[in-house]
């Protein structure tokens, strides 16, 4: 047996690196060796108590990395793409994956609540050496040779939820500050529009030159 180092969840204030298991992958999944990850809110929510996961758990739901190994039944892929996986990893075929509601995704059958967020919730999660990736096809998102991991890293969960609210809400997104904005002077302290420019910026300018690229991740 392959085994792989994970930060592995045993209980409250009892999370640590260990030798775990190193997944291998079936039919529709794909492993991916991670090369970048984070640490979320929601990590320390679960290393708190306050959000209960099963002890025996890889936590972690938030990765990049490259792909090791495919199942089969998998297209448009290749072993060593560099890929961006999401927090939530819909099934793309249930009832409500069918009806937009990829977050709700009910592993094959209805609706169930927060049914679509897996890793490091329902399965082994993304705080490790390799992941295996559930329903690949539909949530792999290979990332382009001009960005870093670091400069995408964000777009697996907190950019990617805020882009799936604004939509939900039927807010438009957009990728310069309003009019009455661009006229404001910058805050001496702060750089011209905040947090607007930097990879997050480059990227959301790629995607909405290319609408189906921000699909694909969203
Ligand atoms: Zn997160
Ligand atoms: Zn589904």
Same mark, same amino acid.
């Given at each position: ?15 640590h690196?260990e030798e ?5 992958? /079936?039919?529709?999944?794909? @492993?991916?060796r *991670? %090369?970048?990850?984070?640490? #979320?809110?929601?990590? +320390? ?8 996961v ?24 290749k072993? /060593?793409?560099?890929?961006? @996986?999401?927090? *939530? %990893?819909?099934?793309?075929? #249930?009832?409500?994956? +069918? ?9 094959g ?19 490790a ?15 382009p ?32 500050p ?11 302290s ?29």
């Amino acid at each position: 047996m392959q085994t792989m180092r994970a930060n592995v969840f045993h209980g409250p204030n009892d999370i640590h690196v260990e030798e775990v298991r190193r997944p291998t992958a /079936g039919a529709g999944e794909a @492993v991916i060796r *991670i %090369t970048l990850t984070t640490i #979320c809110g929601t990590d +320390l929510h679960i290393l708190q108590g306050e959000y209960r996961v099963k002890p025996g758990l890889v936590i972690g739901h938030e990765p990049v990395g490259v792909i090791e190994e495919m199942g089969e039944e998998l297209s448009g892929y290749k072993i /060593g793409d560099r890929v961006l @996986v999401g927090a *939530i %990893t819909p099934c793309g075929q #249930c009832r409500a994956c +069918l009806s937009g509601k990829w977050a709700q995704c009910g592993h094959g059958e209805g609706v169930e609540a927060i049914g679509g967020w897996r890793f490091g919730n329902t399965i082994n999660g993304a705080q490790a050496e390799y992941l295996l990736v559930p329903n690949a096809q539909a949530n792999l998102a290979k990332i382009p040779d001009e960005l870093t991991d670091e400069q995408v890293v964000l777009l697996a969960d907190i950019a990617s939820t805020g882009f799936s609210g604004a939509e939900s809400a039927n807010i438009r997104i957009e990728t310069r500050p309003p009019q009455h904005l661009e006229n404001r002077k910058p805050h001496p302290s702060r750089p011209p529009h905040g947090n607007s420019r930097g990879p997050l910026r480059a990227r959301l300018l790629k995607q909405q030159q290319n609408p189906s690229s921000k699909r694909d991740i969203l």
